[in-house]
């Protein structure tokens, strides 16, 4: 019953830190500007000749490699160092309610950053004809990757005070989920692994379920495999958490 | 309406809070004191539910913090050591967050926050960003935070740490009167703090409650408690012992001075309690008037708390010389 007004108290307190800080604008501004640049430079959105969106979304993923992990890197670190974890851990909150305000704001923080990228979607829409259906499922893709993203990024800041090692866990924990479903690595698997076995170690792969979300297909098995990464890496949050202070 | 029952707290192997009971009722205080690292942090730690126990209960106004924690955390303020706060926000809305997880919203969250910024004097800074408060107005802000739903529980961890002379008084003043309606709990270093503020005080060391009682009883404990000094004109060492080596509630005597018609004597009473102690300066000074000598002094010793603190404390080196 108080559960909800308890959430977004905390939620709108964590967004509210985003932008308090410079690290909200720094993070928009670099975030914006390497989005235009993989999209127009890398990804050739203009050589392509084609009305879609297919450069700025195959680079999300890397792009959200280095930039999800730096915004979720404080969400516990920052609470354990400055010692409000215990303040806000002793009001009537229960652990999981603190961590799911704290991941849900982060996460709005990404949605209100992939919004900003609107300018891409009118500029293809102006210069052509695309189907935006798939650029709806782009989008609705690149969030959950981000949130996918995010849940390990707030589980290796709950690991830890230092900032930087939970930032570094996390971008290589992020990294792992992307190469093992990167073509290079995974013809390279085939190599020495039957057929079978690279498609197990694949599915693993965020980058083999974003696919589905790229070419506009939102299937239930990809929104199963986000939707539960997302859950375990918060589950084993609140372990850690609890772990810290049982002692 | 705090209730601890054999609690323990380990860390490994490490056993930081072992067998603690006591119980604070409506309008006590309670000063919890101990050497650093004796245990007094990680109990307040599990009163408020932010450790959880290894083993023992704590229930606060009979909610039993493991099993209700929200109910139980809903009563409690609670102050924590080093008093943290989000540094990054004005006090203004860190008061309205703390307000806002309290429940409290509309006329209610903005006659709690006046009322805290007034009790905190708070007024100067309240758009102002915590990280460029002194830390005088950082612990407040935290106090501030701690009392804002009225609470009927408070659990402050060393609420005048790092507060200037004056900011000191204020915050016990605070806590005395809080403390008419209320069941508080404080952890001090500074023990004049104790025997101002605190209806009874527990001594922890090395996790384990070795002392309990009001801060006279306490005092009684000190082995200086109860005896009698007295300097005495016109009088010659030798009949001084003599006449008061009579007295039944003697214990012995020992002369500190003496000269010139001058003796200065501590009688030490056969019992520190408060009557034998208050009788034995009555027979000295009955004892002067008959023998013709003037008194120059004549006072019962209290005791110390930093003494009874010390010898509790420090068992090898009993009162020992040095600061504890």
């Not at chain 2, 005092?219 to 006449?243: H, M, N, P, Q, W």
Request: aromatic residues 10%; glycine residues 8%.
């Amino acid at each position: 019953m108080r559960t909800w007004p308890v959430i977004v108290t905390i939620a709108k307190r964590e967004l509210s830190a985003y932008f308090e800080s410079p690290v909200a604008y720094v993070f928009l501004v670099v975030f914006l500007l390497l989005a235009g640049f993989f999209t127009f430079s890398l990804g050739g959105f203009f050589e392509l000749g084609e009305a879609s969106l297919n450069s700025f979304f195959t680079w999300m993923p890397w792009l959200f490699l280095f930039l999800v992990p730096a915004v979720g890197m404080r969400l516990w670190s920052e609470e354990r160092r400055l010692g409000t974890i215990e303040l806000l851990l002793t009001m009537p909150v229960s652990t999981w309610q603190a961590i799911v305000a704290k991941f849900l704001a982060s996460w709005a923080f990404l949605a209100i950053a992939l919004a900003l990228t609107f300018p891409v979607v009118i500029t293809v829409n102006w210069l052509g004809d695309p189907d935006n259906g798939i650029i709806v499922a782009g989008y609705v893709g690149s969030l959950l990757l981000a949130g996918t993203f995010l849940s390990i990024a707030c589980l290796t800041s709950a690991l830890t005070r230092n900032q930087v090692i939970a930032f570094i866990l996390a971008l290589v924990l992020c990294l792992l989920l992307i190469l093992v479903g990167f073509a290079p690595v995974t013809t390279m698997l085939s190599r020495f692994a039957d057929i079978w076995l690279v498609d197990i170690i694949a599915s693993f792969s965020v980058l083999t379920h974003f696919e589905g979300f790229q070419k506009g297909v939102v299937d239930t098995r990809d929104l199963l495999f986000f939707l539960s990464v997302m859950g375990f890496s918060l589950f084993t949050t609140g372990v850690v958490l609890r772990n810290h202070r049982a002692g | 309406m705090i209730k601890v029952e054999n609690l323990s707290k380990s860390f490994g192997s490490n056993r930081a809070v072992d067998e603690v009971s006591f119980e604070v009722q409506k309008g006590e205080v309670l000063g919890f004191i101990g050497p650093n690292g004796s245990g007094k942090s990680t109990t307040m730690r599990m009163i408020t539910g932010f450790y959880p126990a290894t083993a023992g209960k704590v229930s606060v106004c009979g909610f039993d913090v493991s099993e209700n924690p929200i109910e139980a955390k809903e009563k409690i303020g609670y102050l924590p050591e080093s008093a943290p706060s989000y540094q990054e926000m004005s006090v203004l809305s860190f008061l309205n967050f703390a307000a806002e997880m309290r429940g409290l919203r509309g006329e209610q969250k903005r006659s709690a926050i006046r009322r805290v910024v007034q009790t905190c004097h708070l007024d100067n800074v309240l758009g102002q960003t915590i990280d460029t408060l002194s830390k005088g107005f950082k612990h407040r802000t935290c106090l501030a935070q701690a009392i804002i739903h009225d609470p009927e529980v408070l659990v402050l961890d060393e609420p005048t740490d790092g507060l200037d002379p004056n900011q000191k008084h204020e915050v016990r003043s605070l806590i005395k009167t809080m403390g008419k309606t209320k069941a508080i709990i404080f952890s001090t270093h500074i023990l004049e703090e104790v025997e101002a503020v605190c209806s009874r005080a527990i001594i922890i060391d090395r996790g384990r409650v070795v002392a309990n009682g009001t801060p006279e009883e306490l005092k009684a404990r000190s082995e200086r408690a109860g005896v009698v000094i007295v300097t005495l004109l016109g009088a010659s060492e030798a009949s001084v012992k003599d006449k008061l080596t009579g007295i039944a509630s003697l214990h012995r005597c020992e002369v500190r001075e003496s000269g010139g018609g001058r003796v200065s004597v501590e009688a030490f009473p056969t019992s520190s309690s408060g009557i034998e102690a208050q009788s034995l300066a009555g027979r000295i000074a009955e004892i002067a008037v008959r023998e013709n000598w003037k008194i120059e002094q004549l006072k019962t010793e209290e005791g110390r708390l930093e003494e009874v603190f010390r010898s509790i404390t420090m068992p090898d080196t009993q009162s020992g010389k040095g600061a504890a």
